[in-house]
């Protein structure tokens, strides 16, 4: 009985394993199928839009054919401006080649172009490309197309020339630039330091003026205390001569006075005794 549920349990594990298997390979098969589908979807969508491009592109033949028969399918060359003397000569370059081959679009009509560029750009320039755009452009032979291939590589690379002409002429317009601007603060900064050497010498010279007008200012101030107090001395000597003549006068004049009183002291003595003897003389008379 054990021997019989081991068994059974053993199948159940296998068929298990075998619907997980087939499980995921369904699975697997659902995400090839819709990848698949996707794929197509796109290319249903590219189709589509290749069908109305090409609608569109017999439409305009038609318009064209119908307003004037005489005109040619393919487009007239578009006149550029003249090229700059400044830029670089592979820009010229490319101007040149462009105005000489029909444009941008090489002397083709401007869908025929495109198509070209698109198969081109799907097989990666491989030379298995020409036989889809044979299909693509049935109004082109072999030879125009692989002649159209020589312009295009043509014009890659002169284009490529001229992104690194500008590429260079850009870079040396900065460099220039910057140089102009290094040459402006270089004299900028010249100017600064002249100003500043004037401005330093300027007020040197203001420094010294100070000094020496202080200095002058000094030895005025210090002349005119030396002449103040030579007056001063004068004066006092004058004062002091003033007084001793003041001094001598009144000695002299108190001498004067002595010498007066005394004289009329005298006198009045002289009188007194005149006196008396005259009263005497005339007491003894009597």
């Given at each position: 009985m054990c021997f019989v549920l081991c068994t059974v349990f053993s199948v159940i594990e296998k068929l298990n394993e075998i619907m997980s298997d087939v499980e995921s390979s369904i699975n697997t098969l659902k995400e090839e199928q819709r990848s698949c589908f996707e794929e197509l979807l796109k290319e249903e969508k590219t189709c589509r839009q290749e069908i109305a491009a090409f609608e569109k592109k017999i439409e305009n033949w038609s318009l064209t054919l119908k307003s004037d028969p005489k005109l040619p399918t393919t487009p007239t060359v578009r006149k550029s401006k003249p090229p700059d003397k400044d830029l670089p000569a592979e820009v010229k370059a490319l101007d040149i080649f462009l105005q000489k081959t029909g444009g941008p679009d090489g002397g083709w009509d401007q869908y025929d172009h495109q198509?070209?560029?698109?198969?081109?750009?799907?097989?990666?320039?491989?030379?298995?490309?020409?036989?889809?755009?044979?299909?693509?452009?049935?109004?082109?032979?072999?030879?125009?197309?692989?002649?159209?291939?020589?312009?295009?590589?043509?014009?890659?690379?002169?284009?490529?020339?001229?992104?690194?002409?500008?590429?260079?002429?850009?870079?040396?317009?900065?460099?220039?630039?910057?140089?102009?601007?290094?040459?402006?603060?270089?004299?900028?900064?010249?100017?600064?330091?002249?100003?500043?050497?004037?401005?330093?010498?300027?007020?040197?010279?203001?420094?010294?003026?100070r000094k020496k007008a202080a200095q002058q200012l000094e030895e005025w101030r210090e002349q005119k205390r030396?002449?103040?107090?030579?007056?001063?001395e004068q004066r006092?000597?004058?004062?002091?001569?003033?007084?001793?003549?003041?001094?001598?006068?009144?000695?002299?004049?108190?001498?004067?006075?002595?010498?007066?009183?005394?004289?009329?002291?005298?006198?009045?003595?002289?009188?007194?005794?005149?006196?008396?003897?005259?009263?005497?003389?005339?007491?003894?008379?009597?």
């Amino acid at each position: 009985m054990c021997f019989v549920l081991c068994t059974v349990f053993s199948v159940i594990e296998k068929l298990n394993e075998i619907m997980s298997d087939v499980e995921s390979s369904i699975n697997t098969l659902k995400e090839e199928q819709r990848s698949c589908f996707e794929e197509l979807l796109k290319e249903e969508k590219t189709c589509r839009q290749e069908i109305a491009a090409f609608e569109k592109k017999i439409e305009n033949w038609s318009l064209t054919l119908k307003s004037d028969p005489k005109l040619p399918t393919t487009p007239t060359v578009r006149k550029s401006k003249p090229p700059d003397k400044d830029l670089p000569a592979e820009v010229k370059a490319l101007d040149i080649f462009l105005q000489k081959t029909g444009g941008p679009d090489g002397g083709w009509d401007q869908y025929d172009h495109q198509a070209f560029l698109k198969i081109w750009t799907k097989h990666s320039g491989q030379q298995v490309y020409r036989k889809e755009a044979k299909l693509y452009l049935p109004g082109k032979t072999l030879e125009e197309i692989e002649h159209h291939e020589e312009w295009f590589q043509e014009l890659t690379h002169l284009q490529d020339k001229k992104r690194k002409a500008i590429k260079r002429w850009r870079a040396s317009k900065y460099q220039e630039h910057q140089n102009r601007i290094n040459s402006q603060e270089e004299a900028e900064e010249a100017e600064r330091r002249k100003k500043k050497a004037k401005s330093q010498a300027l007020l040197h010279s203001t420094e010294q003026n100070r000094k020496k007008a202080a200095q002058q200012l000094e030895e005025w101030r210090e002349q005119k205390r030396r002449k103040e107090k030579e007056e001063e001395e004068q004066r006092l000597a004058e004062e002091i001569q003033k007084r001793r003549r003041e001094k001598v006068l009144l000695l002299v004049c108190m001498n004067s006075h002595v010498a007066v009183v005394t004289n009329y002291q005298r006198n009045c003595l002289c009188i007194d005794i005149s006196l008396n003897v005259g009263l005497l003389i005339i007491v003894s008379f009597f």
